[in-house]
């Protein structure tokens, strides 16, 4: 008999359609099947199979053998850049689904029964599009700024031939607007006075990251002065079902380390901004205003539930 303490209780958040919602990964069965996982798979007291969470290899390894098992999908990335949970990011995916259903906000879409989707910050795991093309068939333009993360990006979706026409990568410049808007500014900050308009957000709790000594100086305004989020990156004429986002959630990389108990890498550049997720959040409330007729849907995780309130001010 299992006891009270070992019980396993399914988060209340997860989503009924995910695949993970009444069977967690089977780490016996997934060491059965792939010899380098099994190198990361060991017994803990209450015989259970475990892996050290706080190995970046081995959660790498956890989500690289969960696409392919699970997903069929080819996958991996650069030691120490952020390194998804596949349950936890199928959970958004499913929540836009669930959206896209609704008739919150109607559905214009002229491509017939072809979503198209936005990842904003799509990482070099590139987890959405990958995620949103295999379970759905969704088609996603993933856009990033670093050189890293454009790279691994288009070495995953390469690697997935059956899914990769369905994915595009854009590269962010600060000045490749081609939707001149006098105050986008390309990649100065601007004063965010504009409320949400037809946006959705979805609420999420950040991954915990590890400690890091890296730091930036934080910005006392909390204004986003990066490059262009989503004004200058959505071309002319472009429609989208929806936007998502996972975004940079902190200012610095020691507000980053709060949980030494896992590894799931995270570079600076993937895990901090200026300002934060709020400042970045900010940003694709004021770009959604403009480009309100591009998309039908505004969405982004949220790391902290406090951040909400004045998201939604
Ligand atoms: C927290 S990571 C998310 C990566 C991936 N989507 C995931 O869920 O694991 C945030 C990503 O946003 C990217 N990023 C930061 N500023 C950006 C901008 N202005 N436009 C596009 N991507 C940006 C970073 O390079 C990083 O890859």
Redesign the pocket.
């Known amino acids: 008999m299992v006891s009270k303490k070992n019980k396993r209780k399914r988060p209340d958040t997860i989503h009924p359609k995910n695949k993970y919602s009444d069977n967690p990964p089977d780490f016996a069965l997934l060491a059965s099947l792939y010899t380098s996982f099994k190198a990361f798979v060991f017994n803990s007291r209450d015989g259970r199979p475990r892996i050290d969470w706080t190995n970046f290899n081995s959660t790498r390894e956890l989500t690289r053998v969960l696409l392919l098992h699970d997903h069929g999908l080819n996958w991996w990335i650069r030691n120490g850049q ?1 390194c ?1 949970t596949v349950p936890n ?1 199928s959970k958004y995916i499913h929540w836009i689904e669930d959206l896209l259903s609704s008739d919150i906000i109607p559905n214009n879409n002229s491509n017939g029964d072809i979503v198209r989707g936005f ?5 070099a ?1 590139c ?2 599009p990958l995620l949103g093309a295999s379970l759905l068939g969704w088609t996603f333009v993933g ?4 050189d890293v ?1 454009l790279e691994w990006a288009e070495r995953n979706v390469k690697s997935n031939q059956h899914i990769s026409e369905l994915i595009e990568i854009r590269k ?1 410049t600060n000045c490749q607007g081609t939707l001149s808007i006098e105050d986008s500014k390309c990649g100065e900050s601007v004063d965010g006075k504009s409320k949400m308009d037809g946006s959705g957000s979805v609420v999420e709790e950040a991954e915990p990251l590890p400690l890091s000594s890296f730091d930036l100086p934080s910005d006392a305004n909390k204004k986003y002065s ?4 989503l004004l200058g990156v959505v071309r002319d004429g472009e429609k989208f079902d929806f936007c998502m986002c ?4 902190f200012e610095t990389m020691e507000e980053a380390g709060l949980n030494p108990k896992t590894s799931f890498g995270g570079t600076p ?3 901090v ?1 200026p300002g934060g997720e709020k400042a970045f959040i900010t940003r694709i409330i004021e770009d959604s205003v403009v480009l309100k007729e591009s998309f039908r849907w505004f969405t982004s995780m949220l790391g902290r539930k406090t951040n909400l309130k004045f998201l939604t001010s």
């Open positions: 952020l998804p990011r990842d904003k910050g799509t990482g795991n987890i959405y856009s990033d700024v670093t993360a962010v990066g490059p262009p989020v996972n975004p940079p959630f550049e993937e895990m901004c």
